[in-house]
């Protein structure tokens, strides 16, 4: 007849991979809003001028 051997993992061993997760999800995020920031996004060509002065005398 053969023992189970149920190991629990210990509240170290835990820890240490809940913070190599964290880690690695910012190490990632930094990364990808790095890359964002290079990417050159279209803006928009022509500068609106909107006059309110006829809507803030009708007030």
Same mark, same amino acid.
């Given at each position: 007849?053969?023992?189970?051997?149920?190991?629990?993992?210990?509240?170290?061993?835990?820890?240490?991979?809940? =913070?190599?997760?964290? =880690?690695?999800? +910012?190490?990632?995020?930094?990364?990808?809003?790095?890359?964002?920031?290079? +990417?050159?996004?279209?803006?928009?060509?022509?500068?609106?001028?909107?006059?309110?002065?006829?809507? +803030?005398?009708?007030?």
């Amino acid at each position: 007849m053969q023992l189970k051997y149920n190991r629990q993992t210990s509240l170290g061993s835990s820890l240490v991979k809940i =913070l190599v997760k964290l =880690l690695l999800a +910012i190490v990632i995020f930094v990364i990808a809003i790095f890359l964002i920031e290079k +990417i050159n996004f279209p803006s928009p060509e022509k500068n609106y001028d909107i006059n309110v002065t006829n809507e +803030i005398k009708k007030l």
